[in-house]
């Protein structure tokens, strides 16, 4: 079975960085479109990062560039979130997904979802 395990998150000050993993397993993993989500109280998930591999490309919302780097490390299948000068308005609870189309911020065409991991800033 295909799995995601999203990990990392906590409470950071305004200003401060974290680092959330998606550790993939039951999947080849090069190949896919593994992105990462948020959903915030009352809002909608919404697409934050994407990675597809094996070519690395790399695709940011706008509210996060010049801010968060995704990056994998494919013999761990591992990819990860840095998350740098955050926001209070970047709290949320943040997924990991993957899918074996291109690259993509359309929820409906991911498969697999982890189980999320939750993300607050404080002002």
């Known amino acids: 079975d295909v799995q995601l395990q999203a990990s990392g998150g906590g409470l950071v000050q305004s200003g401060g960085s974290l680092r959330l993993s998606c550790a993939a397993s039951?999947?080849?993993?090069?190949?896919?479109?593994i992105g990462w989500f948020r959903q915030a109280p009352g809002k909608e998930r919404e697409g934050v990062s994407i990675i597809s591999l094996p070519d690395t490309n790399t695709y940011y919302a706008d509210s996060v560039k010049g801010r968060f780097t995704i990056f994998t490390d494919v013999a761990k299948k591992t990819v990860y979130l840095q998350m740098n000068s955050l926001k209070p308005e970047d709290t949320a609870v943040y997924f990991c997904a993957c899918t074996l189309g291109g690259p993509s911020f359309r929820l409906e065409l991911y498969d697999y979802w982890g189980q999320g991991t939750q993300v607050t800033v404080s002002s």
């Open positions: 039951g999947l080849a993993f090069v190949g896919y479109t």
